[in-house]
Nanobody, 123 residues
């Protein structure tokens, strides 16, 4: 199983980025997908999650109204559109896959993880 995250970069505060995560080696349509982030010196935290069908989405309070998670099951892709970026959004962002939809904020519930992509927001 591989989860390949991409789309990170350097952006000014108030700007936008779109992260992508391509999944391979798993039955993508069976899995919920999540985005997590880890800032320097901090623990990894949940950002957003989406159910296998896309019908259910969950967001951390800190990103509600600014970030949007979506997926394309035909392409085995999940996306995170990030608007209104703030310096505190600076982190390495990870995508992850979960077979059993439950508490999407808990890391240990996830079955597979991708490598991270770095997002840096300058003030």
């Amino acid at each position: 199983v591989q989860l390949q995250a991409s789309g990170g970069g350097l952006v000014q505060a108030g700007g936008s980025l779109r992260l992508s995560c391509e999944a391979s080696g798993l039955s993508f349509r069976r899995y919920g997908m999540g985005w997590f982030r880890q800032a320097p010196g901090k623990e990894r935290e949940s950002v957003a999650a989406i159910s296998w069908s896309g019908d259910n989405t969950v967001y951390a309070d800190s990103v509600k109204g600014r970030f949007t998670i979506s997926r394309d099951n035909a392409k085995n892709m999940v996306y995170l559109q990030m608007n209104g970026l703030k310096p505190e959004d600076t982190a390495v962002y990870y995508c992850a896959a979960v077979l059993t939809w439950g508490d999407t904020a808990i890391m240990r519930n996830y079955d597979y993880w991708g490598q991270g992509t770095l997002v840096t927001v300058s003030s």
